[in-house]
C-alpha cells in the first residue's frame, strides 16, 4: 500500500486543517486507516483510526470533540477534519493503513505496516 498524506501547514489556535490521505496498491475498502503524530522531542501518538466499516471510529482522548475522521472508498482517500486546533497540536500527522477484517478496527503503531510520508502541522498560538 502507497499512502500519500496531504493538508498541512500553518493555523492559528483555534483555526481548522483538514488532511487527506490517499492510498493506493490495495483494494481499499479491505483498509482500516489510522493517523498518528509526532510532536517535536516526543514519541509519536494515536490520533484517530476508522474501520472498514465507517461506524467504527476511535478517537485520542486529547483530540475528542475536535477532530473527525471519515474515509471515502470511491476516492480511496481518508481525511482528518481538526478543528479548534491548539499549540499542542503541532505536529507531523502520519496516515497508516492495514488491511483487516470488518470486526477489528487498530489504533496502535504497530498494528499498522503501511505509512505515508507525513504532513506538518504548525499551530500559532
Known amino acids: 500500500v502507497q499512502l500519500q498524506a496531504s493538508g498541512g501547514g500553518l493555523v492559528q489556535a483555534g483555526g481548522s486543517l483538514r488532511l487527506s490521505c490517499a492510498a493506493s496498491?490495495?483494494?481499499?475498502?479491505?483498509?482500516?486507516l489510522g493517523w498518528f503524530r509526532q510532536a517535536p522531542g516526543k514519541e509519536r501518538e494515536f490520533v484517530t483510526a476508522?474501520?472498514?466499516?465507517?461506524?467504527?471510529?476511535y478517537y485520542a482522548d486529547s483530540v475528542k470533540g475536535r477532530f473527525s475522521t471519515v474515509r471515502d472508498n470511491d476516492k480511496k482517500t481518508v481525511y482528518l477534519q481538526m478543528n479548534s486546533l491548539k499549540a499542542e497540536d503541532t505536529a507531523v500527522y502520519y496516515c497508516?493503513?492495514?488491511?483487516?477484517?470488518?470486526?477489528?478496527?487498530?489504533?496502535?503503531?504497530?498494528?499498522?505496516?503501511?505509512w505515508g510520508q507525513g504532513t506538518l502541522v504548525t499551530v500559532s498560538s
Open positions: 497508516a493503513a492495514r488491511e483487516t477484517i470488518m470486526t477489528y478496527t487498530p489504533t496502535t503503531e504497530h498494528e499498522y505496516p503501511y
Open positions: 476508522i474501520g472498514r466499516s465507517t461506524s467504527s471510529t
Open positions: 496498491g490495495r483494494t481499499f475498502s479491505r483498509l482500516s
